[in-house]
Nanobody, 121 residues
């Protein structure tokens, strides 16, 4: 079982930046891919980005358009999502996730509790 604690959300103006952090622990956490999903009010949860624990590969949703960067610090058991050029449509609860494949094509084995990101125009 993996445990994830995500943090770093907040309220910002459009064009600003935020960094989300996920701290990982538990069994076999370093054998999974790690990443982020988000859920806006009234919408389904959607994939944002994922990275392998070894850092060899990362993928992003099309809507990211080069604005976000995912990375991991293996020594500190952390995965971060650096978000820049934020838009009002990025407003959502962001959830850290761990699982198989690259998450979007695998099985999510654990979720963080979620952190709110609000972007105002």
């Amino acid at each position: 079982q993996v445990q994830l604690v995500d943090s770093g959300g907040g309220s910002v103006q459009a064009g600003a930046s935020l960094t989300l952090t996920c701290t990982c622990s538990g069994q076999n956490f370093n054998s999974y891919a790690w990443g982020w999903f988000r859920q806006a009010p009234g919408k389904e949860r959607e994939f944002v980005a994922a990275v392998t624990w070894g850092g060899e590969s990362a993928i992003y949703a099309d809507f990211v358009e080069g604005r976000f960067a995912i990375s991991r610090t293996a020594a500190k058991n952390k995965v971060t999502l650096q978000m820049s050029s934020l838009r009002p449509e990025d407003t959502a609860i962001y959830f850290c996730a761990a699982g198989t494949g690259m998450l979007v094509d695998g099985i999510v084995m654990g979720w963080g509790q979620g952190t709110q990101v609000t972007v105002s125009s």
